[in-house]
């Protein structure tokens, strides 16, 4: 099989195209859409097929750049699982509520999928140094693949980034910097240190693999349904790279006459109040985001000032009919705790801006109490416990328990046994 991907575009500039065969990054500064012959991948990846093939991302591969003749670079992903969540969903009123849980791909996040592809890539170009700003999950994914492909890599984190991380990229080899700014100012210096010849810049959107990679997301989210998207998919957004993807994905799968229907899902970006560019351009009807000075969220992996692909985001809300929501920076740990004491799912306080947006627009009738809605959690939410346990009383197992007063002081209920 020869690979179906036939150029790359820019995304910003009509007919301007460039060689697939060839490793590319942006034109003019601005991010390349991969493009592919759709027809003939539907005659080959047909949807028995699909069905006989191992649960991996890598399934989808006529879809991807890589094609058969590339190996992948892989750490056995596997499909990512759709949890259907009936007791949160009747908890806030709605129809049905699932939740894409990125957190069991093998680096606990959904960054298994875009670095595990731009790794392969980088690979078969014959690059031998990697480099990105990270405000934590892509850095230390990155470093995984890295060292999966005896690559070398290197990363700046700001130092606030989780310790988890850290502990990632660093156990894995790759040359760690901590920074005392911003993902984006990082971006700069990582790529001055590209155009010195340092290193190959793999950070978000500047080069196309990464998206390809995160397409799959949305891939598995059209076969898992049955191939009848869901009515709303609400997406915790920094760099939306993913958002981007996956409205790619099932445009391409309706290019493909692989979709029951061609209405598609509406997508809602959600950031926190502490950090929401695509938020406030979006609610003032602009195309670009105006950077957010001094942004401050717990939720490490949307606290990104400028979005080099705020216009594919922006975009991609209009064209879905969605739309973008900030929530409280404050809840953010209410919302976590509520999915978790409702479904036993710790989610990424990235992931809890999307509950907290959820709330938020079915309060607004945004969205309808019988409709279909998906969350993406997109990392485990273990990996951002850095500090003590909140509220935590201590027993003193020097001393007898008077178990009448615990009962009374802690459980409040008779004995439920």
């Known amino acids: 099989m020869t690979r179906f991907i036939t150029h790359f575009e820019s995304a910003i500039e009509p007919g301007v195209t460039l060689d697939a065969d060839e490793i590319q990054m942006m034109h003019n ?3 390349l859409w991969a493009r592919y012959d759709l027809k003939k991948v539907a005659a080959v990846m047909t949807k028995d097929v699909l069905a006989s093939r191992p649960s991996s991302p890598w399934r989808y591969r006529e879809l991807l750049p890589l094609g058969d003749e590339i190996t992948p670079v892989s750490l056995n992903e596997s499909m990512s699982p759709i949890i259907d969540c009936d007791r949160l969903a009747a908890v806030m009123g709605v129809g049905q509520l699932h939740i894409k849980d990125e957190g069991q791909l093998p680096t606990c996040s959904f ?3 875009g670095l595990a592809l731009a790794v392969t890539m980088a690979r078969h170009f014959g690059i031998e140094r990697i480099a990105m700003s990270s405000n934590g999950n892509a850095g230390g994914a990155m470093a995984m693949y890295a060292a999966r492909a005896g690559i ?3 990363v700046f984190m700001p130092k606030d980034t989780p310790i988890a991380n850290k502990m990632e990229a660093y156990t894995c080899g790759a040359k760690l910097f901590e920074t005392n700014g911003w993902i984006d100012q ?9 155009d010195r010849g340092l290193w190959f810049d793999i950070s978000t959107l500047k080069e196309p693999y990464r998206l390809e990679g995160k397409k799959t997301m949305g891939l598995e989210i059209a076969e898992q349904f ?3 998207l869901p009515d709303v998919v609400i997406y915790p957004t920094g760099g939306g790279t993913a958002l981007i993807a996956m409205w790619k994905a099932f445009q391409e799968l309706r290019e493909m006459g692989f979709l029951e229907s061609d209405t598609m899902p509406r997508f809602y970006a959600s950031q926190s109040d502490g950090c929401q560019p695509i938020v406030t351009a979006f609610n003032a009807g ?6 957010h000075e001094n942004p401050q969220t717990v939720a490490s992996g949307i606290r990104v000032p400028t979005a080099l692909g705020d216009f594919m985001v922006i975009d991609a809300l209009r064209e879905s009919g969605g739309g973008a929501v900030a929530v409280c920076e404050e809840k953010l740990s209410h919302w976590q705790a509520k999915v978790a004491s409702n479904e036993g799912l710790i989610v990424c306080p990235e992931a809890a801006t999307c509950v907290g947006a959820l ?3 079915l309060e607004d009738g945004t969205i309808g109490a019988d409709e279909r809605v998906v969350i993406v959690n997109t990392a485990a939410g273990q990996k951002y416990f850095d500090g003590a ?3 935590v009383e201590t027993i003193d197992l020097n001393e007898e328990t008077d178990w009448d007063s615990f009962e009374q002081q802690f459980l409040g209920s008779p004995n439920a046994v």
Do not use: C, M, Q
């Open 29 to 31: 500064d601005r991010p």
């Open 111 to 113: 960054k298994s999928r």
């Open 152 to 154: 070398e890599s290197v």
């Open 186 to 194: 990082g971006g700069k210096r990582i790529r001055e240190g590209h």
């Open 226 to 228: 049955d191939w009848k």
């Open 286 to 291: 602009k195309r670009f985001a105006t950077r």
């Open 359 to 361: 709330e938020t627009l």
């Open 389 to 391: 346990v909140p509220n």
